[in-house]
């Protein structure tokens, strides 16, 4: 069963990464990706994507990259002005965003895995700081709302480890968007935040929910509360050495 839910996690993380940029890992033999179940008509159907993606202009460059284990089983780059010919972006260096997401999302997925915690738990369980939030019932769009003057009323319920992995905790971010939860977010300066994963939860905790959890999806600071939720379940830090560096607060 283990070997079946890593497969799965290893198969979700290469759809997430084909869908943007990345920078393939070098020095791996290559296998037959039908040798492992992928389906080559299906993965031409990526190559063909990607490969219209830079026709069309909506990217310079992009990269798909499948492995498994220690084998490469798949790897198509292109480069805009090329033709979309092979090995143009085979140097090239790409800005990634986002890839601590996916990458914390595996950590506790290998957590669920061994029993340590179920995905419907609620996460003050774990953060108790949690307990105490409340949802603004008025987070509406407008450009002159008074964050001040929301209305908070109590979850529903409470947010779950599954709310977290897949954005539906109520959370938010500041740096897009205009409702007054956001702007909340904004000025707290969550994005700019250099304290610990724990003191980071604390200070999301004293901001109200845009949602009631479980109800919409928001992209959101949801993994940087899976961060410090994975902290506590398997005493070790996640705190990186330096920022941007797979920090789980990076963009």
Known sequence: MKTKIRAVILLALWVWLSAGPVLAAEGLPTARPEEVGL????????TEMLRKNIAAARSPRRAADRTQGQDRLFRKPWSLGSAGQDGDAQDALFRIYSMS?????????????????????????YLPALARMQV?????????????????VPVIQPI??????????GLTYGFFGNTPVKKLYAEAKLGAFTGTNAEFVER???LPLSYQPGTTWDYS?????????????SGKSLTPSRRNAFSIRSA
């Open 221 to 233: 600071h949801s993994t940087d509360v899976l961060g410090r939720l994975i902290e506590v379940i």
């Open 160 to 169: 779950s480890i599954q709310d977290l992995m897949r954005h539906t905790a």
């Open 136 to 152: 603004a019932a008025d987070d509406k769009p407008d450009t002159d709302a008074d964050p001040s003057k929301l209305t908070l």
């Open 101 to 125: 997401k996916p990458i914390t999302t595996v950590a506790a997925m290998m957590l669920f895995e061994d029993g340590a915690f179920t995905l419907g738990d609620p996460v003050d369980k």
């Open 204 to 206: 999301i905790a004293t």
């Open 39 to 46: 389906s080559l008509e299906r993965l031409g159907r990526i």
